[in-house]
């Protein structure tokens, strides 16, 4: 049974940082492209980014391009989303999700496991 938790969401001002960290177990992300995703109230849960565990090529969306990084611990069998330079516009829940090919998707309905979500609020 694989599951995806995710940890490290909070409060924090404009302009700050936050790191999420998704932690797998039942199943090493080896082989896996690992995305994160986020959700804000009333609306769609919108693609956030991307990670491949072989090679660990990435891929964000528009809107945090430049801010947002991904990156993972092979040893840890974890992946960080580190968040900089935030706006009260990336307040949502944030999620992620895996699934076990060599290609990664920003459709949501691609991956097979996801994470119960952290929440995110970055204040004004």
């Known amino acids: 049974q694989v599951q995806l938790v995710e940890s490290g969401g909070g409060l924090v001002q404009a302009g700050g940082s936050l790191r999420l960290s998704c932690a797998a177990s039942g199943r090493t992300f080896s082989g896996s492209a690992v995305a994160w995703f986020r959700q804000a109230p009333g609306k769609a849960r919108d693609f956030v980014g991307t990670?491949?565990?072989?090679?660990?090529?990435?891929y964000y969306a528009d809107s945090v391009k430049g801010r947002f990084t991904l990156s993972r611990d092979n040893a840890k069998n974890t992946v960080y989303l580190q968040m900089n330079s935030l706006k009260p516009e990336d307040t949502a829940v944030y999620y992620c999700?895996?699934?076990?090919?060599?290609?990664?998707?920003?459709?949501?309905?691609?991956?097979?496991?996801w994470g119960q979500g952290t929440q995110v609020t970055v204040s004004s």
């Open positions: 990670i491949s565990w072989i090679g660990g090529r990435t």
């Open positions: 999700a895996a699934r076990w090919a060599a290609t990664w998707d920003p459709n949501r309905y691609e991956y097979n496991y």
